[in-house]
């Protein structure tokens, strides 16, 4: 047994697993780009360990002990992140938050509800909503991910466009520091008390501590929730129908604009002739619920849209969390991803056409779409989705990377931003400079190594290999 595992086992008793199976489960995330390399027997490393804290205090005494030995450790929620933030090697200790789960208060009065940062999201949601109330965050893997892991990556649920993404909905946190200590931020509505050091821990990625509590504001539950459908000819038009009715001040909870591929496939029946489908949902009391679908309905009708079976959307509600396994199609020699990207209005047309023409172009690519689903005032997000199978297996991993250098080109190059809500993992770290700028990597550099000068949380995860720590 290596020396760290004995210390960690003097320190944490059996809370430290070294047994096959657990270290082989905790290997990786839901990257494809792992999976794939699973798949061809040249997958991430078994870690050294997995550790299972069930305390702030025992969170602490592992982030002791690994730096004193300067071993890497690489903190796991639910594993459901898609960018490779979790990908171990031969010598890292892993931290996994399953041992800190569960409710640790809930108040009506104040809108407030504390977990433990490896408490599943679906279970808090269920928690909530036992109370009447609700957290209101739904990304499509709730029933994946931990409290924990949608605050490091900075996440966003299907309901973004009215209740805000997760940095929204976070009050305050509890931080276990790479040192070991423990900071734990003000629980108060807003503050004018400096730069707000809840967002140090919004996405980074398990790279400067380990979230152990987190502080939801919450909602009353929605009196009513209704949907409402249109078409447009097209994804341009589309889009600007919501700039127009997020521009007015109406919030629907949803709004999702399919472009023409993704219209027929996922609606066959309600949008089988290659234009753009909308659909939205909108929630709160019934007056509020009744003027908003009043008053999108004129905006659209206004640009040309057409109304269409509402009905959709409660099909919608019902499919929307089935979610698809990427093992079949790799065995069949197909690579595929999702891209997520945001964009000010002017430019999302222009980048949905450049990603799109860039995918068209790659080697064995057999699909490229694109919907939008979290609207701002200012602009709207794009998700691409790719499928492609190359004439040889062996070239499934540097079609991957086309693919993707394809539509990030097109970002970068069209004034968009690249990540909106997946994060950056090892998948984005090498392009993170064109987000953030020469000034920007420096500056996360210097506060990487301000707090971990020996780059032991997490390394490559976020700011590339050879620079964090540097
Ligand atoms: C089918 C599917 C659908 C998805 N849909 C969405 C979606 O709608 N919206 C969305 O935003 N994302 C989505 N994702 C991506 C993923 O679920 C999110 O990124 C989620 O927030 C990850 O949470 P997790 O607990 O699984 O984190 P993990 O995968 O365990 O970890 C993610 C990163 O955070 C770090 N981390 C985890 N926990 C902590 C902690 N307590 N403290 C510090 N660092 C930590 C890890 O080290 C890693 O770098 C989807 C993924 C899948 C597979």
Not at 191 to 218: K, N
Not at 350 to 378: C, F, N, Q, W
Not at 395 to 403: D, F, K, L, N, P
Request: hydrophobic share 40%; proline share 4%; net charge negative.
């Amino acid at each position: 047994m290596s020396q760290v595992v004995e210390r960690l086992r003097e320190g944490l008793g059996d809370r430290v697993k070294v047994d096959e199976a657990t270290r082989d489960a905790h290997r990786r995330d839901w990257w494809v780009l792992s999976e794939l390399q699973d798949l061809q027997g040249r997958g991430p490393e078994r870690p050294l360990a997995v550790v299972e804290p069930q305390s702030v205090e025992e969170v602490s005494r592992t982030l002791t002990i690994c730096r004193e030995a300067r071993t890497h450790v690489v903190t796991y929620g639910g594993g459901s992140g898609v960018c490779g933030g979790i990908r171990s090697e031969a010598g890292d200790v892993i931290l996994s938050t399953a041992g800190l789960s569960g409710l640790v208060d809930v108040d009506d009065h104040n809108l407030t509800a504390t977990f433990r940062a490896g408490t599943n999201g679906l279970a808090a949601e269920e928690e909530i909503q036992s109370h009447g109330l609700t957290i209101g965050h739904w990304p499509q893997s709730i029933g994946l991910a931990s409290v924990g892991g949608l605050v490091a990556t900075r996440s966003a649920g299907q309901f973004s466009t009215a209740y805000g993404n997760i940095e929204d909905m976070i009050l305050d946190l509890e931080v276990v520091l790479p040192d070991g200590q423990v900071l734990r931020t003000r629980r108060t509505p807003r503050a004018s008390a400096g730069p707000d050091l809840r967002h140090l821990f919004l996405g980074s990625e398990g790279t400067l501590g380990v979230i152990t509590e987190a502080t939801f504001s919450l909602r009353p539950l929605p009196e009513a929730s209704r949907g409402q459908a249109f078409h447009f000819t097209d994804l341009d038009a589309g889009v600007e129908g919501i700039r127009r009715i997020l521009r007015d001040g109406f919030r629907p909870a949803v709004v999702r604009l399919y472009d023409a591929k993704e219209s027929g496939r996922n609606f066959p029946d309600d949008c089988p002739d290659g234009r753009s489908f909308l659909i939205l949902l909108h929630e709160g009391p019934e007056e509020l619920v009744a003027a908003q679908i009043a008053g999108v309905a004129k905006r659209c009708a206004e640009i040309g849209g057409t109304e269409a079976n509402a009905a959709t959307v409660d099909h919608w509600l019902g499919e929307r969390n089935n979610v698809p396994g990427f093992d079949v199609f790799l065995e069949k020699g197909i690579i595929l991803d999702t891209i997520e990207i945001a964009s000010t209005w002017e430019h999302v047309a222009p980048i949905y056409r450049a990603a799109i023409a860039g995918l068209e172009k790659v080697d064995g690519i057999l699909s490229a779409s694109a919907h939008t689903s979290h609207a701002y005032r200012s602009g709207t997000n794009l998700y691409f989705t790719f499928l492609a199978r190359p004439a040889e297996r062996e070239a499934m991993e540097a079609t991957y990377h086309a693919c993707w250098r394809s539509v990030l080109d097109a970002v970068v190059a069209g004034g968009g931003g690249i990540a909106h809500h997946h994060g950056i993992g090892r998948v984005r770290s090498g392009r993170l400079v064109e987000e953030v700028g020469p000034v920007g990597i420096d500056l996360l550099r210097t506060v990487k190594r301000a707090l971990d000068p020996d780059d032991l949380l997490n390394p490559g995860a976020l700011l590339p290999a050879s620079t964090a720590g540097a």
